[in-house]
Structure formats: structure tokens, C-alpha cells
């Protein structure tokens, strides 16, 4: 009998996972000894659970970080190595397939036949070419729609399981599930706005054990796509969501160039942010890369809930952690909408504490803006304290969290939520409910 090669997975605890669940845990020619995790802190130094492992793997699987790749390929003696996140660039993927070869492994990429569930309920996919190009604001747009056609669809969010590893399903329909679920900020910025309007959201480590969950009670299956990660199951329809506030990265990106191309809809969103010349400049790379796909247009409004805390005054922004850190933006739509009512940002840098003053470090393209950072409780203490020491009228919270009752908020807070709006016709709408009727799900 050949014995099983050893590999090792890149990845960030989400992807890594799934791909690990559907191809290697009962592979008999392959031993995954250990994970690699980045992007997310204090995931490294943890365990995958053997509950989720597998009984191939009874002491579970070590996670290391990225940085210690060569050591771990010598010490494991590793054959192979498997990229499994996303939202990098290409030249850095290639970088890490240099590192792996100089160490003498292997470099592999797990594509959708290997990777994708099939259901048994249509799927829509969310996808995008960049994280904080607005997939979540599009889903929502989307359950709405299919409530009005007598449809019921359910969320189902790319994995985070930062707080924790060892919940296989994760479920949550209200407020209060999310709150009292001790998740970390950045899970909470997803689920919070699909339960704020009345949807049931699905997430969790195994999505085989989450798709089960979601077909029983879903007409359709919307998948809410993590940073510009592919679907795990496999789409009767996919949505691919551009960001005119980023032009040129449509093709610059792993894995959003294969969204792109795959997609059968291309959104390209906040058109009511951009310049006309950027919406023509992500049309034109949306077109070049798959023609075939129709375009359409959508604005993404953000409206506060308290205006009359904002207009004129000097506020701090609170922004959507993913999107200003490892996504790029300097700030996010908390920033535009404040400013869209003659606010002053306070520069919250000489204020944070902590953890939060190495991301402006880590990040140097961060503006005057707090990224919602709360992967710890102690990092949600930092977090805290950053916001109570910054002076200011109030604070604006452009991630969709309710900070104000997480960590305690005691200044005036204003709370941004975000809308999707048809710009072009047909709209997204119709083209989806038409395109869905031929697969059962209408």
C-alpha cells in the first residue's frame, strides 16, 4: 500500500476548513498534518477539533502560522501544500508556490469539482471581485425580492468561525441569537444585517451538515459570499459584485478573477459613490474578462438611523473591519455617509490602544476611521477603550454590529445601514427570477 503523502493547508479558518471537510478528511492517500492560518488573528496555535476532524485523526490538526511555513514543511516532512483562502493577490499566491518549491513541496489549488456541494434547492451565488464590494447589501436585496415573489430564501454565510471551531452548524434568526452567541465583531457585521430585516442566516464548519440544515426550510439558497471567495456549493446562478470604488482589481485578485469570469451576472455596486469614468472602468474589465454576462448597475444607500447626531458635527467612524484592513479601503461607507451630512472625522490614531494601534501599522492606507476590530475579548476591551477615549460628538457605526451594546458604547451612536438600489434595466431582479424558473425553485 502507498503511504499517505502529507500535506499541510494554507488558509485563514474558513475556506481551509471546507476544503478539508469535502477532499482530505476521508482521503485515505493524504495526511493533512497540520493548517496554516493568517489574515484572521488568534487563530494560530489552536487545534481543529477531532469531533470535526474526523476519526483519522483522533488529536485533531494543528494550526501554525503562515510565517512558519518552512520550518513546519522540514519538521512534517510535508509533500504538499494547498493554497485554501482568499482576497490576495496573484503574484502573492505564486510567492507562497515559490516558498513551497524551494522547501521541495508541491503547490496545489483545490478547484469547484472538488470542493462544491451539490444541492438540493437552487443556489444563488454572491460572489465578488473584492471583500467590501457590498455581496451582503446584494443578498439581502435578493431575499427581499423572492419574499415578494412567495419564495423563501435563506442566507448562507462563508464560514468565520473565529470565536470558536467546534460548532458544525450555526443558525440565527434574531438579535438576540447573535448577541448572546459570543461571536466575534466580524461574524456579527454579517449575520447582524440579514436578522435586522427579518432573514434567517446559516454559517458554521461543516457545510455539508449547514446545507442539510438550510434545505429544510429554504425554497432557494442564497450564498453570501465570503471576501472574494468561490461558493461551496455548487450555484445555479452566479452573481459577481464589483467595486467602481476599486477599479483595475478585477483581474488582479485570487480568487475574484475566477467570479468574474464564471459569473452569469455581473453588479457593479455604489455606482452612487463612484465617479462615472470609475463605473465605465470596472464595465469595461467586467466585459473583457466575460463578455457574455449581462451588467447591471446598482446603488448601495446608506442611511442613518440618527441623523440629527451627525449633521455638522465631529464624529468618529467605526468601519467594517475586512474592508479597511486586509480589503484595502483607506474608509468605508460609515466615512461617505457621515460626510454626506457635512460631518468632521475625528482622526482616531492618537486615541487607539493596543491591538487596534498596530493595524493603522499593519494597514498604512487607513484613514481617519476605527476599523471594528473584536476577534478577543480583550481586543473588544481595546476596542472599547479606543472609542471612549477618541472626543467627539458621536460615533458612527458603519459596521453593521451593534457596538453600542457589544462593547458598551457610552457616547451618542448612530447606526449606518446599507440598501440596494436598481440603477439599470432590466434590473437584478428581474433577470434573477427569470433565469431561477428553470430550476425548480419558481
Known amino acids: 500500500m502507498t503511504a499517505a503523502r502529507k500535506a499541510i493547508i494554507l488558509g485563514a479558518a474558513g475556506r481551509d476548513f471546507h476544503n478539508f471537510n469535502v477532499f482530505f478528511r476521508d482521503h485515505t492517500g493524504y495526511e493533512v498534518v497540520a493548517f496554516t492560518a493568517t489574515q484572521i488573528p488568534y ?8 469531533t470535526l476532524a474526523g476519526p483519522r485523526y483522533p488529536a485533531g490538526i494543528p494550526i501554525f502560522p503562515e510565517s512558519e511555513l518552512p520550518d513546519l514543511i522540514r519538521r512534517f516532512g510535508v509533500q504538499d501544500v494547498f493554497f485554501a483562502y482568499s482576497d490576495v493577490r496573484h503574484e502573492q499566491v505564486m510567492h507562497l508556490a515559490a516558498l513551497a518549491f524551494a522547501c521541495g513541496a508541491s503547490f496545489h489549488l483545490l478547484g469547484p469539482d472538488d470542493t462544491m456541494l451539490k444541492a438540493g434547492k437552487p443556489v444563488i451565488a454572491v460572489v465578488a471581485a473584492r471583500t467590501g464590494a457590498g455581496k451582503s447589501t446584494v443578498t439581502r436585496y435578493l431575499r427581499a425580492a423572492f419574499a415578494v415573489s412567495g419564495l423563501k430564501a435563506v442566507a ?19 438579535t438576540e441569537d447573535v448577541i448572546r452567541s459570543g461571536i466575534t465583531v466580524e461574524e456579527m457585521e454579517e449575520y447582524q444585517q440579514h436578522v435586522d430585516e427579518g432573514g434567517v442566516v446559516f454559517a458554521g464548519v461543516d457545510y455539508g451538515q449547514v446545507l442539510a440544515c438550510a434545505e429544510a426550510e429554504a425554497d432557494v439558497i442564497l450564498w453570501d459570499g465570503g471576501n472574494n471567495d468561490m461558493a461551496f456549493y455548487r450555484p445555479d446562478l452566479t452573481i459577481a459584485v464589483l467595486d467602481p470604488l476599486r477599479p483595475g482589481e478585477e483581474a488582479g485578485y485570487f480568487p475574484g478573477e475566477a467570479n468574474v469570469r464564471a459569473a452569469d451576472i455581473i453588479v457593479i455596486n455604489k455606482v452612487n459613490a463612484a465617479s462615472e469614468a470609475d463605473v465605465e472602468r470596472a464595465r469595461a474589465a467586467a466585459q473583457a474578462l466575460n463578455p457574455a454576462a449581462p451588467v447591471v ?6 442611511m442613518l438611523d440618527r441623523p440629527e447626531l451627525v449633521r455638522g458635527k465631529n464624529v468618529l467612524v467605526v468601519e467594517d473591519g475586512p474592508s479597511v484592513t486586509h480589503g484595502g479601503l483607506p474608509e468605508a ?25 498596530e493595524v493603522y501599522e499593519k494597514y498604512p492606507q487607513l484613514g481617519s476611521v476605527l476599523p471594528a476590530l473584536g476577534y478577543s475579548t480583550g481586543q473588544l476591551e481595546e476596542l472599547r477603550r479606543s472609542i471612549e477615549q477618541v472626543p467627539c460628538d458621536a460615533v458612527v457605526l458603519g459596521t453593521p454590529a451593534n457596538l453600542a451594546v457589544v462593547v458598551g ?34
Do not use: N
Not at 43 to 50: D, G, L, Q, S
Open 333 to 357: 461607507v460609515g466615512a461617505w455617509a457621515a460626510r454626506r451630512l457635512g460631518a468632521s472625522l475625528v482622526d482616531p490614531r492618537p486615541y487607539a490602544v493596543g491591538s487596534l494601534r
Open 297 to 302: 448597475l446598482m446603488a448601495s444607500e446608506a
Open 409 to 442: 458604547i457610552t457616547k451618542p451612536v448612530a447606526r449606518v445601514r446599507f440598501v440596494a438600489e436598481d440603477v439599470s434595466h432590466p434590473t437584478l431582479q428581474a433577470l434573477v427570477l427569470e433565469r431561477i424558473k428553470g430550476t425548480g425553485g419558481a
Open 156 to 174: 448562507v454565510r462563508h464560514p468565520m468561525p473565529y470565536g470558536r471551531f467546534d460548532k458544525a452548524v450555526e443558525r440565527y434568526a434574531t
Open 43 to 50: 487563530i494560530e496555535h489552536r487545534t481543529y477539533p477531532a
